[in-house]
């Protein structure tokens, strides 16, 4: 099955710099890729999703970028705030009939004010 | 305001005990989902629903059990047979039956006394 791999497991930035995770995906087949933050308390949000037809995808202060070749994906927050301390999730699925959603561990940022 | 509720927010189970997390979605979704979240790992897949009166099997469904009788509501029973019950458990639900764009509820934390 897949297997997704996150880094760092801990991310500390100062409020106004860039914070960025990368994540790694194993079956060359995945097309979808969501990231989740998940504040503390609460479930994951969905934040930005790109397919694998894309090869950068932008909303506001976050963007996404995939290299298929490579197989990895990036999370990118600029002029970052401290409502962005959150736990970040990567994921990674096939879109088919069957379901297979594959979650990286997770990457706790805090923003420093 | 249209949503995921899950309840209770936190639960204690007695050893032997089988206990009911209740997920109820008013967002009119055919797909719902359970995952379950272990400090430092990522959401790993229960069971999950495309529609009503049934469900499959997710990557770690023993110990498990489920039901969806209703579009709206899909509860989880963790039975005795789950001998590591501790943990943040969620619920999620999908506008198609497949893993695209999830929302998640706020999660119910279970803790074995």
């Known amino acids: 099955g897949e297997n997704v791999e996150q880094h760092p497991s801990t991310l500390s930035v100062q409020e106004g710099d860039s914070a960025v995770i990368k994540c790694t995906y194993s079956?060359?087949?995945?097309?979808?890729f969501p990231w989740y933050k998940q504040e503390l308390g609460k479930g994951p949000q969905l934040i930005i999703d790109?397919?694998?037809?894309?090869g950068e995808k932008k909303d506001q202060r976050i963007a996404v970028t995939l290299n298929k070749t490579a197989k990895h994906f990036s999370l990118h927050i600029t002029e970052t705030q401290p409502e962005d301390s959150a736990v970040y999730f990567c994921a990674a699925s096939i879109h088919s009939n069957d379901y297979k959603l594959s979650f990286g561990a997770g990457t706790t940022v805090t923003v420093r004010a | 305001d249209g949503g995921i509720t899950q309840s209770p927010k936190y639960l204690f189970r007695k050893e032997g005990q089988n206990v009911t997390l209740s997920c109820e979605q008013n967002l009119n979704h055919d797909a719902m989902y359970w995952y379950r979240q272990d400090p430092g790992q990522g959401l790993r897949l229960i069971y999950y629903s495309q529609i009503v009166n049934d469900f499959q099997k997710g990557d770690i469904a023993e110990g498990y059990s489920v039901s969806r009788e209703k579009k709206e509501s899909f509860p989880l029973t963790v039975t005795s047979a789950q001998k590591n019950p501790t943990a943040f458990y969620l619920c999620a639900s999908s506008i198609e039956p497949v893993n695209e764009k999830l929302f998640f509820g706020s999660g119910t934390q279970l803790s074995v006394l």
């Open positions: 079956d060359s087949a995945s097309n979808y």
């Open positions: 790109i397919r694998s037809n894309v």
